[in-house]
């Protein structure tokens, strides 16, 4: 079964930091394009960034709106993705998706707080 | 960036009957490769979203046949021949041809 897994969220405090994982089975991950995807309680789908894979270099690109606070890497040995995320602010607060867009697998997201 | 707009924003629908959700592209989504990158996606609530139709026009793998895409260059149809329960949720078109990848502000579906 394809499948993606993401951990790593929590609660953290404006300015704080916090990585992610995506832990991917089912498929050939090394060869896979990998996508992050956030969603704030009630609002719409904000592509966050992407990976490609290592014939692409793991060339990665970003929404332009996070300055450089976030970076996604990954590691084809463990079969996993990450975002680091940095100088959290409170509108980052948002469930986190891990995505393969290129077949709609899907994570079932992590929940990211950033709060006081 | 290349703007989505979706439209209708809510759509509440009787069971059996027809919906359509329209979306609007910035810029001509049609790649040189002949493709154009244009997703449609379904979150039902409390769910992940679920890709539906995919290059506009290709039914995602379970996908029932009531649902279809249509549509070319900006604008893009999707629509259900006949809406059940199970349909309920929020649909999200989606441009694939350049990063940024944008989404469109989203369409609630409810029954009537």
């Known amino acids: 079964e394809v499948q993606l897994v993401e951990s790593g969220g929590g609660l953290v405090q404006p300015g704080g930091s916090l990585k992610l994982s995506c832990a991917a089975s089912?498929?050939?991950?090394?060869?896979?394009?990998v996508h992050w995807v956030r969603q704030a309680s009630g609002k719409g789908l904000e592509w966050v960034g992407r990976?490609?894979?290592?014939?692409?270099?793991?060339?990665?690109e970003y929404d332009a709106s996070l300055k450089g606070r976030f970076t996604i890497s990954r590691d084809d040995s463990k079969n996993t993705a990450y975002l680091q995320m940095n100088s959290l602010k409170v509108e980052d607060t948002a469930m986190y998706y891990c995505?393969?867009?290129?077949?709609?697998?899907w994570g079932q997201g992590t929940l990211v707080t950033v709060s006081s | 960036d290349t703007v989505m707009t979706q439209s209708p924003l809510s759509l509440p629908v009787t069971p059996g009957e027809p919906a359509s959700i329209f979306c609007r592209s910035s810029?001509?989504?049609?790649?040189?490769?002949?493709?154009?990158?244009l997703d449609w996606y379904l979150q039902k609530p409390g769910q992940s979203p679920q890709l539906l139709i995919y290059?506009?026009?290709n039914r995602a793998s379970g996908v029932p046949d009531r649902f279809s895409g249509s549509g070319s260059g900006t604008h893009f149809t999707l629509k259900i021949s006949r809406v059940e329960a199970e349909d309920v949720g929020v649909y999200y078109c989606?441009?694939?041809?350049?990063?940024?990848?944008?989404f469109g502000q989203g369409t609630r579906l409810d029954i009537k």
């Open positions: 995505t393969r867009l290129d077949d709609g697998t």
């Open positions: 089912g498929f050939g991950f090394s060869g896979s394009v």
């Open positions: 990976i490609r894979s290592k014939v692409n270099n793991h060339a990665t």
């Open positions: 810029q001509s989504l049609l790649h040189s490769n002949g493709y154009t990158y």
């Open positions: 290059f506009g026009s």
């Open positions: 989606m441009q694939a041809l350049q990063t940024p990848i944008t």
